[in-house]
């Protein structure tokens, strides 16, 4: 469901879709239980979108197969952190909603892979002296190389999830790169963006926090953000 759309009307459409995305993930079939039931409720009730929980329940998925975490995922429930997470970052306008360019076929997936690797190599010309340059072509270099080797036919969320990965290395390099001045900068900007916290739990804020730690370092270097949307 794109930016914009309305969710469905009744408590049953809205649970069914958010009930087929977490089957679809899980791989096997699945009944959403009474404590399910209760927490999809409460955020239809509270107004998160279905597709804001979707988002989070993949994003809960493509996590697990990214550390290589083996069994099933036994509940919904599981997931209500990264959907406290992602609605927190929605409201706040800090992430984008919708399901963007999912459909994408190959053909139209490779010309934005190439646009990621030129991007990194205009930043790494213009950067601004409050990096080592020399730490920076590195890093740089290697996350195009990690991107070039990218097959577009390996399917949006695969790409997603390796362009997520080869973004959160880099950025942790650079970070650590950074003039003194240049990392308070970024410290601050992360304080602000994220605002009082109260009512959020300290799991949630931290996520958080490094999200946008990932953000402020790509605007100070003038980096794009590695993703397909």
Known sequence: ????????????????????????????????????????????????????VVRAIRETFERRRARGIAGKISSVAYCAGAVEERWQMEQRGLVGQGEGRRDEKPAEIAPRLQGLVDALRLAENVAPTEIDREVLRKAVGKAVARIEVLSSDAGFDDIEERLSAIEATMIRTLRRALSPEASAAVEAGVAEALGETAGISSEVVDRMRRALTRREVRRRLGLPALTLF
């Open 1 to 52: 469901m794109g930016e914009g759309a309305e969710d469905p009307p009744d408590e049953t459409a809205y649970a069914t879709r958010i009930e087929e995305a977490f089957i679809a993930e899980r791989g096997t079939p699945f009944l959403l239980s009474a404590k399910d039931w209760q927490l999809i409720r409460g955020w239809r009730e509270s107004g998160v979108p279905s597709d804001t």
